[in-house]
């Protein structure tokens, strides 16, 4: 049965105002909560002494010959990607005849992007751990890998969007992991980034179930594919962060600060795959209420 109140990613309904308003009223509690994480992780790691003391602690874990270098993850992260990503989201939808798909697809990423971009300008990060490490407040290129990560999601088809789900999805859980371990960003720049992605995918998708007049068409993961993908994600998410709290709990102990400067490999590896997690967290969490597309 065809249930017709879901508006998601391409397959946009013709429905009454009421359902129009019940679909929007889910994005619109998903942008809300996204913000709210945003502002909350900004509080609580950025204007709080604990929590840069925390975070330039496994800063400052990296080691020297890493600090600052760069992955094949990260490399494949530049202006003229960016634009060519935009691109092909966009005229992969417009193939299919989705316009307002094509639309949601390149305002996720741009939206998202500058988003980012202006956060990193204007958020102030106060001096309060005694460490001079400058703002990093969110990641750009974790924001770029999760944003481009949902508007594939948006702009293909049933058949190809688990594949290419599952594939992005380890990319940017690949990008979070190398700007963790090589001192770009810290684990809090991650969540504020994807925060900024799922804010954004709930105002475009607030958007098309208010505005877009495309007909319906078929266009639903079926349940096999929909449910095996939620459990390649979901096991990937519950071996990620089984490891970081392993790696943690092995290697730190409960007095962080005499643990900070002993075990900072072991810190670091924990956040790495702690900022691994919160990608395929996201992944997850948009998938699971963007089923249908």
């Known amino acids: 049965m065809r249930d017709h109140g879901e508006v998601t990613a391409s397959t946009l309904v013709s429905a009454t105002p009421a359902v129009r308003r019940r679909v929007a009223g889910k994005w ?6 996204s913000g709210l994480a ?133 990319f940017a859980a690949v990008v979070a992991e190398q ?26 998708r607030v958007g098309a179930a208010r505005w877009a007049r495309e007909p319906r068409r078929t266009d639903v993961v079926g349940p096999k594919a929909h449910a095996l993908t939620s459990v390649v994600i979901g096991l990937a998410l519950v071996v990620c962060l089984a490891l970081s709290g392993a790696v943690w709990g092995i290697g730190i102990g409960s007095d962080m600060s005499l643990t900070t400067s002993s075990g900072g490999e072991g810190m670091l590896m924990g956040a790495r795959l702690a900022a691994a997690g919160v990608v395929l967290v996201t992944a997850w969490i948009a998938w699971k209420l963007d089923r249908r597309a």
């Open 179 to 204: 700007t963790v371990a090589y001192g770009w960003h810290r684990c809090s720049d991650v969540v504020g980034a994807c925060a900024v992605a799922l804010l954004w995918l709930g105002l475009v």
């Open 38 to 170: 945003l502002a909350g992780v900004y509080v609580a790691a950025v204007l709080t002494t604990a929590g840069q003391s925390v975070e330039d602690g496994i800063l400052r874990s990296v080691g020297d010959d890493t600090l600052l270098q760069s992955g094949s993850a990260l490399d494949a992260i530049s202006p003229s990607a960016v634009l060519l990503v935009v691109a092909l989201t966009m005229s992969v939808a417009l193939v299919r005849r989705r316009p307002a798909a094509a639309v949601q697809s390149g305002m996720l990423i741009v939206g998202a992007t500058l988003t980012t971009q202006v956060l990193k300008q204007f958020a102030p990060r106060p001096d309060l751990s005694g460490d001079v490490y400058a703002n990093s407040f969110p990641s750009g290129h974790v924001t770029i890998a999760v944003a481009v990560m949902l508007a594939l999601m948006t702009a293909f088809g049933r058949h190809a969007r688990p594949l290419v789900v599952i594939v992005s999805t380890g």
């Open 28 to 33: 619109v509690v998903l942008s809300s909560l």
